[in-house]
């Protein structure tokens, strides 16, 4: 489709999805949590908004790109790695950019690797010319790459990209790790970071001039509360005035401690919201730093 073909007015939101695998039960969480919910279509693929217009549709993840660029979908969910990679296949190929991330989503974090047999010595990037690179991305690859002047082979596999060194098929690989088990199950190791990846939001470069735009500002922004409060809770705790310097001391990352209103005056009790975790050894701490009847409470919902 050519990114000025105007395409019918819609009343409602479609949002893809993966159907399943790493993303799927998290976007789904996600999506619930900003107040969505959804009757789900027999064959399991389509989801039909109840409570808003915002539909979903359960696909592959290659897929929720070239969904966005078609304007089947409206908005998708789906790693930064899929993402970066498919826009650069269409900027290599000269291709107009169709759609961008709108939101890191704080979720299904991964680095897209560079990794070389274990036994290699590491130089630098300029140890890469003329050696094969087994990758399922290569266009990110190939744009590194670019980047830093070097001529590589890039080999493209569609999976077991960590087997390629094995196989004899490639000299090392540029594939995704979370945990890095895989890499040293086949005796490779981590040294450069392409990517630094998550699952993000994202959406069209030219926003739809409809009803679907306000949806997606609802969307945006209830999802920025939903993220705001990943680690946000309130606390609460009685305290003597004189501690209250070496308490707010003890926690740098909440807000300034309110005092609330109280008949006593020696035990005062205060709040604050703190955008950090709690552990068990601060609360202790701040037990010792005399902090009493302390009470750590979820924060469920904020307009900012
Ligand atoms: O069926 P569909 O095409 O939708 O799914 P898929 O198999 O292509 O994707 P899936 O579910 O495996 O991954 C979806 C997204 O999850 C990816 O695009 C990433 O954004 C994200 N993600 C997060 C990961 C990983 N962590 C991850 N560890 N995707 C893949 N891996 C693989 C990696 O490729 C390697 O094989 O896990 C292995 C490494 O893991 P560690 O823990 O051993 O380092
Ligand atoms: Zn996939």
Redo the contacts with the bound molecule.
Sequence with gaps: MSPTKVMPARDRLRIAI??????AEPARTLLTACGLSWRESRDKLFCYGESSPVDLLLV???DIPGLIADGVCDLGI?????LEEQAGERRRAGLPELYHEWRGLGF???RLMLAIPEEWDWDGPAQLQDKRIATSYPAVLADWLDARNIDAHVVELSGS??IAPKLGTADMIC?????????VANHLKPVETLLE?E?VLAGPVREPDDIRASLAAMLLRRLDGVTALKDRKLLMFRAKNDYVAELERLLPDADPLTRLPSMEDEWVPFQTMCHGVITWQRLEELERAGAQGLMVLAVERTLA
Excluded: W
């Excluded at 993966?18 to 993303?23: A, D, F, M, T, V």
């Excluded at 789906?78 to 899929?82: A, D, I, K, L, P």
């Design positions: 993966q159907k399943s695998g790493r993303l592959r993840d290659d789906v790693g930064r790695n899929e299904g974090q991964c990209v960590e594939d995704l790790v979370s945990s890095g088990a895989t890499l990846s699952a």
